[in-house]
């Protein structure tokens, strides 16, 4: 049974950082791409960084370059959004997708920034 489970949200003030984690478990996480989406109310979801499985490229959203860092550790099957200078717009529900020859989402872990 696939599962994603993201953890590490909460609340925080403006300029504070986060880690959020996604532990992956039944399918290959290490052949899978990663990547972290978020969607704020009213919003559509948008994508805010992923990595290859590979090579470990990765790619940011314009919004987060510089504040936010992607990485995967292959043999705790997990990803990581490292997040930093975090900004009240940056509040959203965020959530780790993998993808390769199937899709697969996670539930989400709330972020919130606020003073």
């Known amino acids: 049974q696939v599962q994603l489970v993201e953890s590490g949200g909460g609340l925080v003030q403006p300029g504070g950082s986060l880690r959020l984690s996604c532990l992956a478990s039944g399918f290959t996480f290490s052949i899978f791409h990663m990547s972290w989406y978020r969607q704020a109310p009213g919003k559509e979801r948008e994508l805010v960084a992923t990595?290859?499985?590979?090579?470990?490229?990765?790619h940011y959203a314009d919004s987060v370059k510089g504040r936010f860092t992607i990485s995967r550790d292959n043999a705790k099957n997990t990803v990581y959004l490292q997040m930093n200078a975090l900004k009240p717009e940056d509040t959203a529900v965020y959530y780790c997708?993998?993808?390769?020859?199937?899709?697969?989402w996670g539930q989400g872990t709330q972020v919130t920034v606020s003073s």
């Open positions: 990595i290859i499985s590979s090579d470990r490229i990765t």
């Open positions: 997708k993998a993808y390769l020859t199937s899709v697969y």
